[in-house]
């Protein structure tokens, strides 16, 4: 069971999961804590999730989250607060999640054919619902490269791979060749356990992010524009289409 301190995190093990019921253990406008929450917080590239609280009538809007010594969902500043003890439903907006699901997949499958076909390594990124960027270490831009890389995106998309998620012990992550596609290793010393989001076939990497179920359901991948920022820095710019 994945665990942010007191709060259950759903979405680790069930991406699907859009509604669910929880309990309020704190609550103050910095921030409500629940005992079970599918919202993502954040990382990796990824934005929070944005969902609603849905409690006796009323409805708390949440516009992110923040992880401290606690997972705390923040409110609208307008909404009431549920106060600790009350059962709520909590809800995540679907089409900027499912968005965000699509779109980090989409950048799983870009990293996966740029290791693979031009052996380079991720030097940053960051994604909103639709468009991302990522930045590679590929010491210059070969002739079509634009045009290659977004026709073997869209072959790996056509596959339709599975993508799977699991949890291994750290020792056992890291025997996985090439399971750190980031130039630096970005998993903390302390972490015990490390997920796993394999593309089967294409990349394997540790990860904590929400993605769909297989590449197919990535839709068209689009390489917008891929731009020099200086050395070890080739920008790619993605957008995913219908
Ligand atoms: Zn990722």
């Given at each position: 069971m994945a665990m942010t301190h007191r709060t259950e995190?759903?979405?680790?093990?069930?991406?699907?999961?859009r509604a669910w019921e929880a309990v309020v253990l704190d609550s103050s406008p910095e921030g409500i804590v629940l005992d079970r929450s599918a919202f993502y917080p954040g990382g990796g590239g990824q934005p929070p999730d944005h969902g609603v609280l849905l409690w006796q009538g009323v409805q708390t809007r949440i516009a992110g989250v923040r992880k401290g010594d606690d997972l705390y969902l923040l409110p609208d500043e307008n909404d009431p607060l549920p106060p600790a003890g009350t059962p709520v439903r909590g809800a995540i907006q679907d089409d900027r999640r499912t968005s965000l699901m699509r779109t980090h997949s989409g950048l799983h499958v870009l990293c996966g054919v740029v290791f693979r076909d031009y052996g380079c390594l991720v030097t940053g990124g960051n994604m909103e619902p639709g468009s991302a960027r990522m930045d590679f270490n590929l010491p210059e831009v070969p002739p079509g490269f634009k045009e290659a890389v977004e026709a073997a995106c869209n072959a790996e998309i056509t596959a339709d791979r599975r993508i799977d998620v699991r949890t291994l012990p750290r020792a056992e992550a890291f025997e996985?060749?090439?399971?750190?596609?980031?130039?630096?290793?970005?998993?903390?010393?302390?972490?015990e356990d490390v997920r796993i989001v394999d593309i089967v076939g294409l990349d394997t990497q540790a990860d904590g992010g929400t993605h769909v179920?297989?590449?197919?359901?990535?839709?068209r991948l689009q390489v917008a524009k891929v731009e020099n920022k200086g050395r070890g820095f080739r920008r790619v710019r993605i957008k995913i289409v219908e």
């Open positions: 995190r759903l979405e680790l093990t069930d991406q699907t999961l996985i060749p090439g399971i750190i596609r980031t130039a630096t290793n970005l998993v903390p010393a302390d972490v179920a297989s590449t197919q359901q990535i839709g």
